[in-house]
C-alpha cells in the first residue's frame, strides 16, 4: 500500500511536470500562426535592422518582415532584444516567433534554431575617405605603415589584429576605448578627414555610405561570415514558409525596393548655403513666399523660418520623396499627413503641404510647451519635425536623468539625442523610442535656424502680423 502511494505520487508529480512543461512549450507553427493572424518578430535596435523615425517604423529586416506579413495575411508585432545574445535566449523561450536580425550563423545553435528566410554573406570591409586626391588602399598590404581605428575588443579589432599578424606587422591599430564611439561614428570621422581608416561590416558600410557619399568601401579583410534569420527548430512550418517566400520575393520590386531604401537611396537632407535661383526678384526666397506669408500669418512662425524648414526639407523642390517616404516641399511622412487631415497626393501640393506643416509645428509646439523660452522651443520643435517627438522626449528625459538641463537643446538634449545611438542609452528604461541616430537632426536644427537668420536678411526682416 505504501509503495502504490508513492508510485502514485510519482506519476502525479510527473503529470504535472509534463503539462508545465508542455504549457511552456506550446505548438505554435506556422499553421498556428495563421490561425492567430499575427508574428513576433524579435530583432535589434540598429541602422540596419529595426528604428523609429518621424513616428514610423522602419529597418531592412523589418521592412522584409513586414512584406511577409502582408504576403500571408499576419499582423507583425515587434519585440526588441537588448543584444544579440538576447536575441537566441528570447527566441528559445518562446518570447517570438522569429529572429529577424542578421544573426551570425554558428554549428553549436543547429540543435536548437533552424536558420531560415534571410540569408546574408559579409565581409569586414576597410572604410577610407575618397575624396579627390585621396590615395584608395587597394590592397591589404597597402596598410602597412597606416593608422586605422576601431572599437576595442570587438571582431573587427580582432580581425586587425590577426591581419597584423598575417602580414608581418606594421598596421598602426588605434583601439579606441570612448564607451561613446560607435563604429557608424567612427566612419562619419573618415568622412570629415578626423582620421584615415575604420573597419566594419560590409552590409553596415554600405548603409553609411548612404549618408557619406565621400567614403570608399571596396577593400575587403575578411573571409565571408555567414549571418541569417532564425526560428526554433520545433518550427520548421515557419522555416519553410519562410525560405519559400524568399525564394519566390528575392528579385521583386518591392525587394529591390526595401534594399535599395536602405542600401543605395541618399539619407542626407538638404543642408548647405541657399543660392538664390536667378530669375527671383530682390528679397525673394522662393516662388512659394506669398504660400508662407499666408500660412504664417496670424500665428507664432515666421514666414521665412517655414521657408527655412522647406529649404532643408525640399530646396524648394515639390517633385521629391525621401528615402523613408517624406514626401512635397515641406517632407511630410504619409502617416503625419492623414494625421493632419491630407492624403498622400495632397502633400504634393504646395499650399495644403505648409498649411499642414503649420498645424504639425502647433502639435510640437504644444508637446514641448514646458520649454518656456520660444526662441528655445523652436529647436525642439524642429527636432521633433526631423526625427519625431519620441526621440526628443526620449533625450530630454535621458537629460534630466542625468542630471542636464532638459529644457535646453545645446549641451544638453542635444548631447543625449546623439547619445541614443550607443546601447546603455536607448536600452535605457527612461527610453521609450529606441535606437536612434542624431547627428543629421543636430545638422537639421543648426541649420534651419541659420537659413532662417538668413532668409531675413535677404527678405529686409518683413513680418506678418502675429509672426514672432
Not at 150 to 164: A, G, I, S, W
Not at 374 to 381: A, D, L, P, T, Y
Request: proline residues 2%; charged residues 25%; glycine residues 8%.
Amino acid at each position: 500500500m505504501k509503495y502504490n502511494f508513492i508510485a502514485c505520487l510519482l506519476l502525479s508529480f510527473c503529470f504535472l511536470f509534463s503539462c508545465k512543461k508542455k504549457q511552456e512549450w506550446p505548438a505554435r507553427d506556422f499553421k498556428q500562426i495563421k490561425e492567430k493572424g499575427e508574428l513576433t518578430i524579435i530583432t535589434l535596435n540598429s541602422s540596419t535592422s529595426y528604428f523609429i523615425y518621424r513616428e514610423e517604423q522602419m529597418g531592412y529586416d523589418y521592412d522584409l518582415a513586414q512584406d511577409f506579413c502582408n504576403h500571408h495575411g499576419l499582423t507583425l508585432n515587434v519585440k526588441v532584444a537588448e543584444n544579440a545574445t538576447r536575441l537566441i535566449e528570447m527566441l528559445k523561450r518562446g518570447e517570438g516567433d522569429l529572429v529577424a536580425y542578421a544573426a551570425p550563423v554558428q554549428n553549436e545553435l543547429k540543435d536548437s534554431v533552424l536558420y531560415c528566410g534571410l540569408r546574408q554573406t559579409t565581409r569586414q570591409a576597410l572604410v577610407q575617405r575618397a575624396n579627390k586626391g585621396d590615395t584608395i588602399v587597394k590592397d591589404v598590404t597597402g596598410l602597412i605603415g597606416k593608422e586605422v581605428y576601431v572599437e576595442r575588443d570587438t571582431k573587427y579589432h580582432q580581425r586587425l589584429l590577426n591581419l597584423d599578424s598575417e602580414l608581418g606587422g606594421g598596421i598602426r591599430i588605434h583601439k579606441v576605448s570612448e564607451d561613446t564611439i560607435t563604429s557608424e561614428d567612427l566612419i562619419e570621422m573618415v568622412s570629415s578627414g578626423k582620421i584615415r581608416y575604420t573597419v566594419c561590416d560590409e552590409y553596415i558600410a554600405r548603409l553609411n555610405r548612404t549618408y557619406f557619399r565621400n567614403i570608399d568601401i571596396s577593400l575587403q579583410i575578411s573571409f565571408e561570415q555567414r549571418a541569417s534569420w532564425a526560428v526554433r527548430k520545433d518550427r520548421p512550418g515557419l522555416a519553410n514558409a519562410l525560405d519559400k517566400w524568399f525564394a519566390e520575393n528575392d528579385n521583386t520590386p518591392v525587394y529591390r525596393d526595401i534594399t535599395k531604401k536602405y542600401f543605395e537611396l541618399s539619407k542626407q537632407f538638404f543642408y548647405g548655403d541657399y543660392v538664390a535661383p536667378k530669375n527671383l526678384p530682390k528679397g525673394a526666397i522662393s516662388v512659394y513666399d506669398d504660400l508662407f506669408r499666408k500660412h504664417a500669418k496670424d500665428t507664432k512662425y515666421e514666414w521665412q523660418f517655414l521657408a527655412a524648414i522647406c529649404y532643408h526639407e525640399s530646396r524648394f523642390m515639390n517633385n521629391l520623396t525621401s528615402w523613408a517616404g517624406a514626401a512635397g516641399i515641406m517632407g511630410l511622412m504619409s502617416r503625419t499627413a492623414a494625421s493632419l487631415g491630407l492624403t498622400g497626393n495632397d502633400r504634393m501640393n504646395p499650399d495644403l503641404s505648409i498649411g499642414a506643416a503649420v498645424e504639425l509645428l502647433d502639435r510640437l509646439d504644444k508637446i514641448f510647451r514646458k520649454v518656456d523660452d520660444v526662441q528655445e522651443r523652436k529647436k525642439f520643435i524642429l527636432a521633433a519635425y526631423n526625427a519625431g517627438n519620441g526621440h526628443v522626449n526620449d533625450a530630454q528625459a535621458l537629460a534630466e536623468k542625468y542630471g542636464a538641463n532638459p529644457c535646453i537643446w545645446e549641451g544638453n538634449v542635444q548631447k543625449y539625442l546623439e547619445m541614443k545611438s550607443l546601447p546603455e542609452y536607448y536600452n535605457d528604461p527612461v527610453c521609450k523610442s529606441g535606437y536612434f541616430r542624431g547627428g543629421e537632426t543636430i545638422k537639421y536644427v543648426a541649420s534651419v535656424v541659420t537659413t532662417t537668420e538668413r532668409f531675413k536678411r535677404i527678405s529686409g526682416g518683413k513680418k506678418n502680423k502675429g509672426g514672432s
